[in-house]
């Protein structure tokens, strides 16, 4: 009985086999009839079926214009505002189901579906397509003069005025949008000697007192909320966090022994990195943290990276105590704060 | 009841009593071909529909994740222009006195009062905005997968190099798109994401502090670059993406739609079903269906809820917070990279730990893609036109390549989320980051390997398929006492399938000189064309030849023959 299933086996084996090579069977014969082609009353089933779910699509309209009439909105009450997103697209969502259901259900039950074979034609155009199209830029070129050899003179000037007339609306264009250009306000914030450190966001200055070991205060310069034009531009900069810790771990840096006051120091809250505000403090390990890419700074050794996509340390802002007690900046930054840019240091 | 005459010639005979005599319905045909006439003789459409209406399509489900993307464009279009009618394009603070309680005093921009106004104020105005943000969120993850399945089967080949390119650039402009819809509610969300595209503009050499402010019309943030970005998300980037959209279905209907490998499926023909009706209904249907599902989506399922997020101001930031997908992997390339990379030349500041993951490598990633068809043309020298898809099997490299780059770039998003991958599982975040400095390298690397062996080792197991037959779980008992499950040829459209890919094999380069001894040109260029065919094409499983089938069967035979011979049964050698 295996020997028979064996010589079956080669001899079907051979059909299908040309030079000895396989060749390709051709689309297979056989199409399974589904049970609606056999079966007029599974026809009438799948069509009522169909017709059931277009019904269906009739009432999620329904639903979804009864739930705009009648659902409440207003931002006092929240709940009614989900009630509302809920009923309308739960509306919309059987509007738009009911029909595709339909449809598809129809094409997959209903309508013909016997493979059909078209031919490919080769996308490249005929030889004589292609020579005739050729002709014709020749016969066009000559015409032009360009075909035999001559206006070299025309051509290059127009192709270069070609390439030139776009600068006439580009530069205006692109001279626009940067409207003054003074890119030299990247180096600056509008730390001044003397200015008060203040909370943020209401502006209530700080007095030296206040700021417990451990504390954090986040930082805008006194005077910020009083701008008329630019405030988040100037706050984009000059926002600071103000920490103070025990004096015995800071390590103050050489050259900055007078920019901190007994143990409180303030560093720029925009990090070095691409300029997420540096928030998150963690007191214990005296670490700042920058949520975006978790660039570290330690900010009892000069706000260095430990760790993070972050080159450089935060900058500090030097600060002093006022005769009324206040904190006040004793000067700006003395580099660029922020992400690195090519000129920073120039 | 009277109709008025087309005055064609047709409608001469009919006098106008028979015609009011007529049921409803043969009015309705008339009208309808009179309509069509009135068209027809002014723009010849009655040709166009000769040619469009009875294109065949073949059908498998990998075909329809292109169509989801076109849908979901359809359904932001529509959701989008609902949303413009509410929306205030303006960075003009103002200080928020709407009904919801939490916000009061608040200050803020026209755009996220207006966002706030639209979500609250305006029934069902949240719900669109759920849906067009669900919406774009599809549109980006289709197209992504779309590509992978044209990638997958090779469907980038001649003639579609084109088409690649159209729907490369489309994927690019699908991140544009979100990206500037993503920014325009002006909260603290959106704000920090564009205060680290700032960030990485800012890196650019030479010309990065004018980017910027050009970008932003005066320093970070500005107040134009909302009214700026909105006048590119509504108009210039959904234009070009209409236009795009426009250019790859023609180039689809133009070439005919790509078929899987199958009896009778050729690159000289398709075989499928025809756009009317068939395709018009399921086609038509799925548009339905995946409208219904993005509504649903936006009716259950609370996206970007501005109002928790505040604001913009420069100042707040919160833990734990994720672009949209798509956006991940850049911020996980920030992530990865370690800082000692930004260097100082001659008082310049070069930031190549910010420059390399978001500017060189997303440029690198994309021109890798862009150029595949040609970087997989030079190792085939092929240059006939294919239309029978590959099995991704079939082309072991390729689909190593693909793995890996999705695994790459997966590393990467991984770390774009390393801060809740951190929470969620109890690690330290600088080991994760440290893990996946080494993960972004070494995996698509294994990733490759493994691909590569797997997909060969189903190519074998495809030949063993047509070499031995199917498995029937039919045990046979010998004479011998020998047991032994009997194997059923597989069906000639099986075996098909099975042997008639292509057996491609690495390029022959020609000799380096002529036969004169002159070098001949381009020898460079030829060697690297065959290092990079036999990378591709050195390690190969060559499909079944008909020989190799009629030997296994001879030898199947005089196996079996023997067996029948064999010595009386012996429990220790018979053991198979």
Redesign the interface.
């Known amino acids: ?3 028979d ?3 079956a ?2 001899a ?6 040309v030079d ?3 060749v ?5 014969s056989e199409h399974r009839p589904r049970r609606a082609d056999k079966d007029p009353k599974a026809a009438r089933k799948a069509e009522i079926q169909a017709a059931a779910m277009f019904g269906i699509s009739v009432v999620g309209t329904v639903i979804a214009i009864w739930a ?1 009439s009648t ?1 409440k ?4 009450d ?1 709940g009614a ?1 989900q009630r ?7 509306g ?13 259900h ?3 039950t209903l ?3 016997h ?6 034609h ?2 490249r155009s005929s030889d004589e397509a292609r020579a005739g199209a050729i002709q014709m830029l020749k016969d066009g070129a000559k015409d032009s003069g360009v075909g035999v050899g001559r206006r070299g003179l025309l051509k290059g000037s127009l192709i270069t005025a070609l390439l030139i007339a776009p600068l006439s609306v580009l530069v205006p264009a ?1 001279g626009n ?7 030299s ?2 180096k600056h914030t509008m730390w001044r000697k003397g200015m008060r450190l203040t909370k ?2 209401d502006g209530t200055p700080i007095k030296a007192a206040d700021v417990t070991i451990g504390s954090v205060f ?1 930082v ?1 310069p006194d005077g910020l909320n009083d701008l008329k034009t ?4 100037e ?3 000059a ?1 600071v966090l103000l920490i103070r810790m025990d004096p015995r771990v800071l390590n103050v840096q050489p050259g900055r022994e007078d920019w901190s006051f007994d143990g409180i120091i303030a560093y720029s ?1 925009v ?1 070095t ?5 540096v ?2 403090y963690e007191q214990q390990t005296h670490h700042l943290l920058c ?6 700074f330690d900010v009892a050794n000069g706000a260095k ?1 430990i ?6 340390p935060l900058p500090q802002l030097p600060i002093m105590v006022d005769s009324e007690g206040y904190i006040v900046a004793k000067d700006d930054f003395n580099e660029p704060i ?9 | 009841m009277t109709t008025p005459s087309s005055g064609s010639v047709s409608t001469g005979s009919v006098s106008t009593g028979t015609v009011s005599s007529v049921p409803s319905t043969s009015r309705l045909t008339r009208a309808a071909g009179d309509t069509a006439n009135f068209v027809d003789e002014r723009t010849s459409i009655g040709a166009f529909t000769k040619f469009m209406a ?3 399509f073949p059908d498998h489900w990998s075909f329809m994740l292109g169509e989801i993307a076109l849908y979901s464009f359809i359904v932001l279009l529509l959701s989008g222009v609902i949303l413009t009618a509410f929306f205030v394009p303006s960075m003009d ?1 103002v200080t928020y006195d ?4 939490q916000l009061h005093g608040a200050e803020m921009s026209k755009a996220f009062e207006s966002t ?1 106004h639209m ?9 669109m905005r ?2 067009h943000h669900w919406a774009a969120l599809i549109f980006t993850a289709s197209i992504v997968t779309h590509m992978a399945r044209i990638f997958f089967t090779g469907a980038f080949r001649k ?1 579609r190099e084109i088409n690649w390119l159209v729907g490369f650039t489309l994927m690019i402009m699908s991140l544009a798109a979100g990206f500037t819809g993503y920014s325009l509610p002006d909260d603290v969300l959106s704000g ?1 994401g564009l ?2 595209i ?3 503009i ?9 980017i ?4 932003f ?6 107040d134009v670059l909302i009214p700026r970005m909105f006048t590119a998300h509504i108009l210039l980037i959904p234009g070009i993406i209409l236009a795009l959209v426009a250019l790859h279905l023609f180039l689809v209907f ?3 739609h790509t078929q899987h490998p199958g ?12 756009l009317f ?2 395709y018009t ?2 086609a ?10 993005i ?2 989506l ?3 399922f609370q996206i970007n809820p501005v109002w928790n997020y505040g604001p ?10 994720q672009p949209d997908w798509y956006m991940l992997f850049i ?1 996980g390339g ?9 260097v ?1 030349i001659g ?5 190549l ?2 420059l390399i ?2 500017v060189v490598l997303p440029g690198l990633f994309f021109g890798f893609l862009a150029l595949y068809p040609w970087i997989e043309k030079w190792a085939t020298g092929d240059r006939g ?1 294919k ?1 029978v898809l590959d099995r991704p099997r079939n082309a072991p490299v390729r689909t190593g390549l693909g793995v890996a780059i999705i695994t790459f770039y997966v590393v990467l998003v991984l770390e774009g989320s ?2 809740i991958v951190a929470n969620v599982f109890h690690l330290s ?2 080991d994760l ?1 440290i893990m996946f400095r080494i993960l972004v390298f070494a995996l698509p690397v294994a990733a490759f390997m493994i691909t590569k062996r797997i997909a060969m080792g189903l190519q074998r197991k495809d030949r063993e398929l047509v070499l031995h ?1 199917e498995e029937t779980g039919r045990i ?1 008992r ?1 004479e011998s006492g020998e047991y ?1 499950e ?1 194997h ?2 597989i069906s ?2 099986e ?2 399938v099975l ?2 890919y292509a057996n491609l094999k690495p390029q022959e380069i020609g000799p380096e000189a002529n036969e004169h001894g002159v070098r001949r040109k381009g020898a460079r260029w030829r060697r690297f064309k065959a290092a990079l065919s036999r990378f591709y094409f050195e390690d190969r499983v060559e499909p079944v ?3 190799e ?2 030997e296994a ?2 030898h ?2 005089a196996e ?2 023997a067996k ?1 011979n064999a010595e009386p049964y012996d429990a220790a050698s018979s053991h198979v």
């Open positions: 009985m295996s020997t299933d064996g010589s086996a080669s079907a084996h051979e059909e299908g086999v000895g090579e396989f390709d069977p051709g689309i297979p705009y659902g909105v207003g931002g006092n929240p505002v509302t997103t809920m009923l309308m697209g739960v919309i969502a059987l509007a738009m189901f009911g029909i595709g259901t339909g449809a598809i129809w094409a997959k309508m013909r579906d493979d059909m074979v078209e031919e490919r080769q996308l692109v949008l940067g409207g003054d250009w003074k890119v306000q990247f943020d966001p986040h805008i630019g405030k988040l531009e706050k984009a900069k926002i809250k990090c990195h691409v300029g997420c505000p928030a998150l949520p975006c890419h978790q660039s570290t990276v760790f993070g996509p972050a080159k450089r922020g992400p690195s840019f090519w000129g920073r240091l120039k | 009875r294109k065949l603070q709407g009904g919801l309680a706030i979500s609250f104020d305006v029934p069902g105005g949240l719900l759920q849906i003639p920090n205060r680290i700032d960030g990485v800012l890196s650019i050499p030479i010309i990065g502090q004018y910027s402010y050009g970008l019309g005066a320093q970070f943030p500005g133009m070439q005919k009896g009778g499926r050729t690159d000289k023909n398709v075989v499928g079903l025809p009706p068939v209904a399921k038509g249907g799925f548009f339905f269906v995946v409208f219904g599902a509504a649903l936006g009716a259950a913009y101001d420069p100042s707040p930031v919160s833990a734990g917070t911020d920030l992530r990865i990279m370690p800082g000692l990379f930004e100082v008082g310049y500041t070069l930031s730990n910010v993951p978001a036109e239309h390393n801060d975040i600088n980051t037959g046979v010998f032994i009997v059923e040829p000639e459209q075996r098909w042997v008639s030849t008909p020989a089938v009629a069967h001879a199947h035979a079996i023959e029948k």
